[in-house]
């Protein structure tokens, strides 16, 4: 029902009009408007004020690299919902923006630019290149904060802080140096991923891991006395260059007679030994694994057990180096080639298998990452993790959606120590100096002048950066000050939650509960909700391969900000991707616009004397309709409340939609319109009292989810003050509930309901008044109806109404609405043209079979079931279903309407 968009002229009478309505809402105007109303007004900025409870929040840092993408949009509407909502409660918020220097990324986007213009980083040494990072990043590293201001974000935009700014960068040194002090980071020989294209380290979480069919291969490996050979089993046949065992299991019974012997390394002719080995997998191909410290993970823990030799045999670039003698100088996967044909060529590749993988990729770059021994800086994390772990379990931190916690805690169980240093340049450079006149490594917040041990003055800085993620993992203490004892970190830490994508639960939200504890001695917040992937309307992650990104600020410039945002919110369910697609964005564009109808609907039918009572309670309406639609106002208030305090947006966005386009709009107003016109004033002032009421709650409510629509609709409203945006979150009216008004009229709407798919069902004319037999099984539905008169008269478009006693035989030829209360019988005879009706309803079922046939006989043919993909034959499977409750409909209709008497 939609009468409120169309008819609001009709209803309209001569109130005196001081701030008239547009008759259509134009976005762009709007919210460039209160963008810049908003600043200028200072009303998201924090204040020191003691008095009110706080809520903070810290935003997860953007890449200053960083566009809006649909997860930056998703993530940051649900921050701006809870702070919207805190604000209007009374609280003294802050939400701290800024932006993350991204290292690697940066670093890239600039490198880029250099290589067009024929240049490289080297080319323009360390001092040089770092100036003109910084200079890009004040020309272009703004442009996604200005963004999420378009989208509404109502951050504290004079705390804007830079993981890479004067102030963190302190925080960083000071933390770096007490976790050296106190032996949690060091420095040592391991084996890291390293990416050959950004050379550079990166942490286990950095390498993203993705299926790939490869395959196996078995080398005959020959003994070196000359006595036969053992095959081995190997993905990776290049790196046998670097081999310095094979291995075993001890209990393999096929190879006990050969452990300790040696075996001639083929193409090297290196001498390695057979070694035992509990690791070996002896299902594993064929139970011998060739050991290659330098290049596998496992490999390499087994060379620290065994004492084997480590033989690096690729460069920066994962190119063959020296120790690969012939080989040197060719790419990995060349000289894969070249040694899989040699090794052909000596007869010693015994057999060559399809195998299935799990490729290893550089989260920036998606590189393939290659498994190097190196000197590294690692956070010692055990120590850390237990503390942070313990915070959860308990649930001094809350994670939700809960079921993250079984995961948090197997990763935080398991965590191995985490390599912190990046071979860049852009970053937070590691405050190490080695003196090169005796070694010494000296770990300091400021340049030293001179060794502390020899004196001498010859001192060279580390090279490396910190990961970017070190500094990230600082950000809600060292953006309130930290190291510093400052008034912000008293009042707003620990910040009360951090809304954040579940894929970034290690790589962040797990170091911010490590640091945060170990240097605050408290949480970084209490609450984590971890919000769920947005995808497309199939269910397919967004990419631009396959051409189903939706681009958040194109959809934002196509619908409106606020209608993007409704849409997010009303998809975002807890532990559930969102599958979204644009004609959704759509259907919620039709929501704003009405909001936009219903307010001037209401605002062309009150006075501008007429306010909403100061005190709430004292509203006390005598008629139905406006003590239903307080009454319901009134849970709306209680459950939106609830909702926001639980993370439930999704519940949110639903129940404040149905709320105002079912029952505000759909039903209050239609029954509203006769007393909007009433010539009994206090009738009159009554229902606009009522009307304006609910109206203002509502704007006040949605506020946090749509903020432009609801602060433009406000300044139009009479008694409204001020920006909508620091107005009061309204709070339940115990006075309003009103469980017999809410009964009685939820009976009348499904009374009218009832009627209205009648005439839908048989295709009676709208504009025919109908005349119903009603009866009621007690004298309440009878004072009901009779109370109720005007408005059934009206909206179920009736021409009589006649009561009969429940003992009466009911009518034939008639359609019935059936209800516990009550009985309505609607003669069809000579309302309805039967001929064409029945003539109409037999085509319809025709169609119906042919569409049945053709469906089952496609579910029925086994070809197409294990053929077509899962997706495609439910849908058939729900086609079928739909059919069938079609025919079943029409054949009713039919046997209804061949009943009636001609």
């Known amino acids: 029902m939609t009468k409120t968009d169309t008819n609001t002229d009709s209803a309209a009478t001569t109130a005196p009009q001081t701030a008239p309505i547009d008759k259509s809402y134009e976005f762009q105007g709007v919210e460039a408007k209160w963008l810049n109303e908003w600043a200028q007004a200072g009303l998201s900025i924090a204040t020191m004020d003691e008095t009110r409870p706080c809520f903070s929040m810290v935003i997860p840092p953007p890449n200053v690299t960083g566009v809006l993408h649909i997860g930056h949009a998703l993530n940051n509407t649900l921050q701006d919902i809870l702070i919207r909502y805190k604000r209007m409660d009374g609280f003294n918020t802050l939400w701290v923006p800024g932006t993350d220097h991204a290292g690697i990324a940066t670093q890239n986007v600039v490198e880029r630019q250099l290589a067009q213009e024929g240049l490289s980083r080297h080319d323009m040494g360390r001092e040089a290149f770092i100036q003109r990072v910084w200079e890009w990043k004040a020309k272009s590293g703004g442009r996604i904060l200005e963004q999420l201001k378009r989208l509404g974000c109502s951050c504290d935009w004079s705390r804007e802080r830079f993981t890479f700014d004067e102030g963190l960068s302190q925080a960083v040194k000071e933390v770096f140096v007490r976790l050296y002090q106190e032996g949690l980071i060091y420095k040592g020989d391991y084996i890291i991923n390293w990416c050959p294209r950004c050379h550079t380290a990166l942490a286990d979480i950095e390498v993203e891991h993705e299926p790939q069919e490869g395959h196996i291969w078995r080398l005959k490996y020959p003994l070196k006395d000359g006595d036969g050979y053992v095959v081995v089993a190997t993905t990776r046949p290049e790196t046998m260059l670097g081999d310095t065992a094979v291995a075993v299991n001890p209990k393999d019974e096929r190879y006990s007679h050969l452990i300790g012997k040696e075996l001639l390394l083929p193409l090297v002719n290196r001498p390695i030994p057979i070694i035992a080995d509990e690791a070996v997998d002896m299902e594993f191909g064929t139970g011998a694994v060739k050991v290659t410290p330098a290049h596998d993970f496992n490999d390499f823990e087994m060379g620290l057990r065994h004492n084997l030799p480590v033989i690096n045999i690729f460069d920066i670039s994962a190119r063959i180096n020296e120790n690969g003698e012939k080989y040197q100088g060719l790419d990995r996967y060349e000289a894969r080639k070249r040694v899989l044909n040699d090794m052909a060529a000596l007869n010693l590749l015994e057999a060559e298998e399809r195998h299935n993988l799990a490729i290893g990729g550089c989260y920036r770059c998606k590189t393939v990452v290659e498994p190097r021994i190196s000197k590294q800086w690692f956070v010692r994390t055990q120590p850390l993790a237990q503390k942070a772990l313990a915070a959860v379990r308990e ?507 001609t």
């Open 395 to 901: 649930k001094r931190t809350i994670i939700l959606p809960s079921s993250w916690e079984r995961t948090y805690e197997e990763w935080m169980t398991n965590i191995k120590d985490w390599c912190i240093s990046r071979q860049i340049w852009w970053g937070h450079r590691i405050p190490a100096w080695t003196c090169k006149a005796c070694g010494e490594t000296i770990v300091a917040k400021d340049t030293p002048s001179v060794c502390p041990k020899c004196t001498s003055t010859e001192l060279e800085q580390e090279t490396d950066v910190l990961d970017t993620w070190f500094s990230s993992a600082l950000w809600p203490f060292s953006t309130l000050g930290w190291p510093e004892e400052t008034p912000e970190l008293k009042l707003f830490y620990p910040t009360s939650v951090l809304i954040t994508s579940f894929d970034i639960l290690f790589f962040w939200v797990a170091r911010m509960l490590m640091m945060g504890i170990h240097f605050m001695k408290d949480v970084p917040f209490k609450y984590v909700y971890l919000h769920a992937l947005v995808r497309d309307s199939q269910g397919q992650k967004m990419s631009k391969s396959k051409g189903n990104v939706i681009d958040p600020l194109t959809v934002m410039e196509k619908y409106g900000t606020d209608a993007v945002r409704m849409t997010l919110t009303a998809l975002a369910a807890q532990g559930r991707d969102i599958k979204l697609a644009e004609d959704r964005i759509e259907g919620y564009r039709h929501f704003i616009n009405k909001i936009w109808n219903a307010t001037r609907l209401v605002r062309m039918n009150i006075s501008d004397s007429c306010e909403p009572p100061k005190d709430p309670a004292a509203l006390q309406p005598t008629d139905l309709k406006d003590r239903w639609i307080l009454s319901r106002l009134n849970r709306l208030i209680q459950d939106t409340r609830n909702h926001l305090d639980n993370f439930e947006f999704d519940e949110t966005a639903r129940g404040l939609y149905h709320f105002f386009w079912h029952e505000y709009c759909d039903w209050y107003l239609e029954l509203a319109k006769p007393g909007f016109q009433s010539t009994d004033e206090k009738e009159r002032r009554h229902t606009q009292q009522v009307a304006l009421t609910v109206l203002n709650t509502c704007l006040r409510l949605l506020h946090p989810v749509i903020p432009f629509v609801t602060e433009e609709l406000w300044h139009h409203l009479p008694g409204a003050s001020g920006h909508i945006m620091t107005s009061e979150f309204p709070k339940g009216v115990p006075a309003w509930q009103d469980e017999t008004a809410e009964a009685q009229m939820q009976g009348l709407i499904e009374i009218i309901t009832g009627i209205r798919n009648v005439r839908a069902e048989f295709n009676i004319h709208p504009g025919t008044r109908l005349k119903i037999r009603v009866f009621p099984h007690d004298d309440g539905v009878r004072d009901l109806f009779l109370a109720q008169k005007t408005h059934l008269l009206t909206l179920a478009r009736l021409e009589t109404m006649e009561f009969c006693d429940i003992s009466q035989p009911r009518p034939k030829n008639a359609a019935s609405v059936i209800m516990k209360e009550v009985e309505i019988f609607i003669p069809l005879k000579d309302v309805i043209d039967l001929a064409g009706e029945l003539k109409k309803l037999q085509k319809e079922e025709e169609k119906l079979l042919s569409d049945l046939q053709k469906t089952q006989a496609k579910l029925n043919n086994k070809d197409f079931m294990a053929r077509a993909p899962q997706e495609i034959r439910e849908k058939e499977q729900q086609r079928l279903l739909d059919i069938e409750t079609r025919l079943k409909r029409i054949q009713n209709h039919k046997a209804t309407m061949s009943a009636i008497e």
